[in-house]
């Protein structure tokens, strides 16, 4: 993959883009295909600040092929998780590429337990997640016969796939179309000049080439940086918040955004321990617990992996830096900057007792191990081995809420993705389309008939 990538060519007639991404992630390659597929006239570049695409969250997930039943009926996470899923299985069927419909089981451990796991099956049912079924012990130890529970959800159309492959896939359509993608090229400035934007951009190689790309629209899909990139546009762009439809404050016990309001990334680390090879047969799918409704994370699962291993995790602990996947990787910039955003204090202050437990399980492997026992009582601590890691980019607003849903931010030229945690990478064909249709609405064609004839305005906003 990495030999079909080229660099920039430095040069007028090769800087100047209808579209630049920002970004190789698994939704800024989407966005860059549902672009090109459906306006094949576009010049599209994506620019990667990494040497590899996919090696920030898209290549650090579960892998987990989300079927939709968590989310909050009517929000985008829905909508996009159920279409999602069936948009990339298609895709991936057509592309070859592997998957497995294992299925997987959520699972009651007590009475206390239950209230909130009817809950969960009825917001599947409303969602359109099909197969659903309540299941009592019995049939979920057939299921998997080293799990606890007294009563559990079945979901038998969750899958699981390897993500950086699904990215790998988006990148080579990208380049059948004639769209570029550039990796080790950070994007470090965002303006606007003579109604285009320009983006001041740092080439790491031999020397360090700093120059600019003009593009008549910008789409930033960060992840971890997102909220840096969208603050790149300054405040004279009218930056709006939209979580996709505009609507604010809480109706129904669901959130929105205040346009103006601010939200600031904190990166949640997630450690996971992999089951020795011999103990493998203790999973035949994935289970999950009842997750805890005030948080948008699921709870440390086990995921069996397509290639056989078995891991148990993430949990979710503060990280020290953005793209800090080791425990005690600390940046200080990026300390700084969650710890003098008045939000974080305030979420603080709501969830410290849950923070400081799943800090105290992520540095004591016994404490760790005690949960994941609770789910699976015959695991030993020998039983498992340290694993890889993944940091969540999670949005968070200044009165300190954790944004649950798929967020975006647009100005005149540009469109940032604010918010794309789980499943967005279940729902990266969706997002994508969303990102589309909100181009079409937010690059105002009135404004810009009479600024510019631009070949993109024409082809993408009519
Ligand atoms: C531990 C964990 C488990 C998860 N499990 C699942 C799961 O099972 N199923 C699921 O559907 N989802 C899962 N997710 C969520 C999913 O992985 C993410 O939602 C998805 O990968 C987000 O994709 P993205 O493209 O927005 O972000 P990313 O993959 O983080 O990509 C953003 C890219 O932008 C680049 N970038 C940032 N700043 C700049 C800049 N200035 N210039 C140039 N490039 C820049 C970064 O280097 C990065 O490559 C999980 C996430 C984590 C962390």
Avoid at 225 to 253: A, E, W
Avoid at 309 to 329: I, K, S, T
Wanted: proline share 5%; with cysteine.
């Amino acid at each position: 993959m990495k030999d079909a990538l080229h660099n920039i060519e430095p040069g007028p007639s090769a800087s100047h883009y209808d579209l630049a991404i920002v970004g190789a992630g698994i939704v800024g390659l989407a966005t860059a295909r549902e672009f090109l597929l459906r306006q094949p006239a576009l010049r599209v570049i994506v620019l990667e600040k990494e040497p590899t695409i996919a090696s920030q969250q898209s290549g650090h997930n579960s892998g987990v092929i989300h079927s939709g039943i968590y989310y909050a009926p009517g929000s985008l996470k829905a909508r996009a998780c159920v279409e999602g899923h069936q948009a990339l299985l298609a895709f991936c069927r057509e592309q070859g590429i592997p998957f497995e419909l294992c299925g997987k089981v959520i699972v009651a451990l007590d009475e206390s337990e239950l209230p909130r796991l009817e809950d969960l099956y009825q917001r599947g049912i409303k969602n359109g997640v099909q197969g659903l079924e309540f299941i009592e012990p019995e049939r979920l130890r057939e299921l998997e016969p080293y799990a606890a529970g007294i009563k559990a959800i079945h979901s038998p159309n969750t899958g699981i796939i390897d993500y950086a492959q699904v990215a790998q896939a988006y990148a080579r359509q990208v380049q059948e179309h004639g769209g570029e993608i550039v990796t080790g090229c950070e994007v470090t400035t965002l303006t606007t000049r003579d109604a285009q934007s320009v983006l001041g951009i740092r080439q790491a190689g031999v020397v360090t080439l700093e120059t600019e790309i003009h593009a008549r629209y910008v789409i930033t899909c960060g992840g971890l940086q997102s909220d840096k990139l969208s603050r790149m546009s300054g405040k004279d762009s009218q930056v709006h918040i939209v979580p996709f439809q505009r609507r604010h404050g809480t109706r129904k016990g669901r959130h929105y955004y205040d346009e103006n309001s601010q939200v600031h990334i904190v990166p949640f680390r997630g450690d996971y321990y992999v089951l020795r090879p011999e103990k493998r047969h203790m999973l035949r799918s994935l289970i999950y617990p009842v997750p805890d409704p005030r948080f948008p994370f699921l709870g440390v699962h086990f995921t069996r992996r397509l290639d056989g291993e078995v891991w148990a995790g993430p949990n979710a602990v503060l990280a020290f830096a953005r793209e800090g996947y080791r425990r005690w990787q600390i940046h200080p910039g990026d300390m700084w900057e969650v710890l003098s955003f008045g939000g974080f204090w305030k979420m603080a202050a709501q969830y410290w007792q849950t923070g400081l437990a799943e800090m105290y399980r992520d540095y004591v492997k016994a404490a760790y191990i005690k949960e994941l026992q609770r789910y699976m009582p015959e695991l030993q601590a020998a039983d498992l081995l340290p694993g890889p890691s993944g940091v969540r980019a999670q949005a968070l607003t200044a009165d300190g809420r954790l944004v649950d849903d798929f967020l975006i931010q647009h100005g005149e030229n540009v469109i940032h993705v604010q918010n794309a945690p789980s499943p967005a990478a279940t729902s990266s064909l969706v997002i994508a389309r969303m990102i589309f249709d909100e181009a079409r609405r937010s690059f105002d064609p009135a404004k810009k008939v009479q600024q510019q004839s631009s070949k993109m305005r024409k082809n993408v906003l009519e």
